[in-house]
Structures are given as C-alpha cells and as structure tokens.
Nanobody, 128 residues
C-alpha cells in the first residue's frame, strides 16, 4: 500500500524554524518528484516547493523563496522541508505529494496540483 506521511508541524513564534518530514512507504522516492503544498483556512491550496528526482532541481513559490529549503534523503525514503524565518502568513496545513511524471514540478510551478499520491497534512501555526 502506497502511503505518504507528513510530520513535524507545530506551533512556533514568528522568526522561528520547523523542519517537516515526508516519509514514504510502499514505493521509493527515486523516480518520484515530491511537492510540498499548504492550505490555510479560507484560502486555496498553494504549491510551496517541488524537488525533482531526476536532477535534484527545486522550485519554490515566491512567498517562501529564501526561507524554505527542500531536500531528499533517499536512504531514509524521506523528503524534508526546512522552514526558517517563519511568518504568521505561513500558518497552514502542509501536505507532501509525489508524482512520477517528469513534468510534475513544472506543473506545480504553474499551479496544477494533480499529483499521484498525497499524504495527510501536518499543521503549522506561526504566532505573532
């Protein structure tokens, strides 16, 4: 059974940091691009970042560029989202998702979020 599980969320003050983890079971990340998404109450889902399995290239939304970093640990079959300099506007439920198509990160970049597998979200709350 294919599963993705995001974890590491919590409550942090403005300017703080969190590291989210996305662990996979039932498949390996080697041939999947991994995206991070978030959705705040009353707002549309936003593609935050994406990392390509083919060359490790990354995409970041303008809203998080320079503050968030995504990385992969293939040995642990886990993808991370390091979030620094957090702001109240970063408060949302964060999801990770995987897709085997080569163009999936490009799709995330232009706002198409039709990924193959989605994990349950983890809540991130940034207090002011």
């Amino acid at each position: 059974e294919v599963q993705l599980q995001a974890s590491g969320g919590g409550l942090v003050q403005t300017g703080g940091s969190l590291r989210l983890s996305c662990a996979a079971s039932g498949f390996t990340f080697d041939h999947y691009n991994i995206g991070w998404f978030r959705q705040a109450p009353g707002k549309e889902r936003e593609g935050v970042s994406c990392i390509s399995s083919s060359d490790g290239s990354t995409y970041y939304a303008d809203s998080v560029k320079g503050r968030f970093t995504t990385s992969t640990d293939n040995a642990k079959n886990t993808v991370y989202l390091q979030m620094d300099s957090l702001e109240p506007e970063d408060t949302a439920v964060y999801y990770c998702a995987a897709d085997s198509a080569e163009t999936s990160c490009l799709r995330v970049e232009i706002g198409f979020y039709g990924m193959e597998f989605w994990g349950k979200g983890t809540q991130v709350t940034v207090s002011s």
